[in-house]
């Protein structure tokens, strides 16, 4: 996003908060020999209902000038790709990830061998047409690795992640076009965070002028519910339903932006501006009755256990590959609604906390013991990420002497006799961090790292 779009902080908007989902776990099978040790389930807990005091303002973790300055200090670092200012070494840097086969990606869908001739035919597609320019993204795409939408897995772990997946990208954001395939089919394209190929069915071409002009408006909504529906609105009188993830921002028309579509406006409705396939402005109609807000919502602790409630029992989607979240996009969309930006993937967003240095990224010492380790969480507000390898979790609520996390997980394991007994999860859900992972360790024993929402912290 650029700048200006992340610093649009001016209003707090009007939020309906809504019931969440229920939370189930199932059975898994035995792994591997283990020492016997005293069975404990995970605590599984309904949606938190935090009530603020009556007559007392809730506390402002981040303020709107803190928020600023982080997405600034964000914008500096290696893994932020600014799509406005793109020198020939970032785009050679850039382009030299994008044309390899995944060393994970072992095998087909159906758990197959892939052939030399498939894959030779998929990277001799990745022949970059180059034809440089700018997009905005039109409907949820999927980015991948190279230009197909066929699954490869990798069969030894997780067979059901197709590991050409990089990342779910949202309408509205804008892209960075450094050409096409050679069929044609696919745009290279690179956001904030990623670089990949999507299907050219998900991009409105279109000048770099036209897309600042709808990002940099200072009136805007954000989408604070799971999703929300809009529809689309072209000057010809087409129209198409469009699914708006939470944190998707949509920069609002003015009288004169709507002129040319008076006669084909509904009323009750925000009126966000976009494009259309063709590249012509086109209106996205929002109904005011859907959970968004006027600007950013305040960065307070109940407003943040509020939103990560709204994904409680999602199912769990690696990379974003079925219109679901992974654990990373859980906590990039939920800091999204809030203004504050973040990279996508667990590595990366462990990364930038380690960046942010100061008070803010905490690393814990391999020689911490847990007790001293779950002393230094428990002072951690909620809404704080705790970043284990290859998955994050968001704190969300603080006991005596428990912290229970809110994450979008696949697995967790158990002692069963001398057995550890894996219990698939695969969706979002509340658990303590005593739960295993498949190595036998606590997740408390597992954690490297945190993000404080709080300096001081």
């Known amino acids: 996003m650029v700048d200006n779009q992340k610093s649009m902080l ?7 908060f809504v019931a ?3 939370f189930l776990v199932g059975a898994g099978v035995s792994q591997k020999e283990f020492e016997a040790t005293p069975e404990k389930d995970p605590i599984v807990v309904k949606p938190l209902l935090v009530e603020p005091e009556k007559h007392a303002e809730p506390e402002v973790l981040l303020a709107i000038q803190e928020i600023d300055s982080l997405n600034g200090r964000a914008s500096n670092s290696d893994a932020y790709i600014d799509i406005f200012d793109l020198t020939p070494e970032k785009i050679d840097t850039i382009l030299s990830d994008c044309f390899t086969w995944p060393k994970s990606a072992l095998a087909k869908e159906n758990l197959s061998p892939v052939s030399a001739e498939e894959k030779s035919g998929i990277l001799a597609n990745a022949t970059l047409q180059k034809n440089y ?5 039109l409907t949820r795409g999927s980015l991948r690795a190279l230009p197909t939408m066929n699954k490869y897995v990798n069969p030894n772990k997780n067979p059901g992640f197709d590991r050409l997946q990089l990342s779910a990208i949202y309408p509205q954001e804008p892209v960075f076009v450094f050409g096409t395939s050679k069929d044609g089919k696919y745009l290279l394209v690179a956001s904030d965070y990623y670089a990949g190929w999507i299907l050219k069915e998900h991009v409105a071409n279109i000048s770099k002028e036209k897309l600042e002009s709808i990002l940099n408006r200072d009136n805007f909504i954000v989408v604070q519910d799971n999703r929300v529906e809009a529809l689309r609105v072209s000057q010809s009188g087409a129209r198409k339903r469009i699914e708006l993830p939470m944190g998707t ?6 009288a004169q ?3 040319a579509f008076s006669s084909l406006l509904s009323s009750g409705c925000f009126h966000g501006l976009t494009y259309d396939g063709q590249g012509e402005l086109a209106i996205l109609e929002v109904d005011k009755n859907a959970v968004v807000s006027l600007g950013y919502l305040p960065f307070t602790q109940d407003t943040i256990t509020k939103q990560a409630d709204k994904l409680l029992g999602e199912a769990y989607d690696w990379g974003g590959a079925d219109q679901g979240r992974d654990c990373s996009a859980m906590v990039r969309d939920i800091y999204s609604g809030f203004g504050l930006w973040i990279p996508r993937d667990s590595g990366p967003q462990a990364l ?8 803010r990224s905490i690393r814990f010492d391999e020689g911490l013991t847990d007790s001293a380790k779950l002393r230094k969480i428990s002072n951690l507000p909620v809404g704080s990420l705790l970043f284990m390898p290859g998955h994050v979790m968001m704190v969300y609520k603080q006991e005596e002497s428990q912290v229970l996390v809110i994450h979008d997980y696949v697995e967790y394991y158990k002692v069963n006799g001398s057995n550890l007994e894996r219990v698939e999860v695969m969706q979002v859900g509340v658990s303590d961090l005593e739960i295993l992972d498949r190595n036998g360790q606590t997740y408390l024993s597992s954690i490297f790292g945190a993000l404080s929402l709080e300096e001081g912290k």
């Open 20 to 22: 969440s989902f229920g």
């Open 257 to 259: 932006d709507t002129t």
């Open 10 to 16: 001016l209003g707090i908007g009007i939020m309906l």
């Open 352 to 359: 930038y906390a380690k960046e942010l240095g100061g008070l």
């Open 249 to 254: 921002v949509v920069p609002l028309a003015d």
């Open 133 to 137: 320019g700018y997009g905005l993204i």
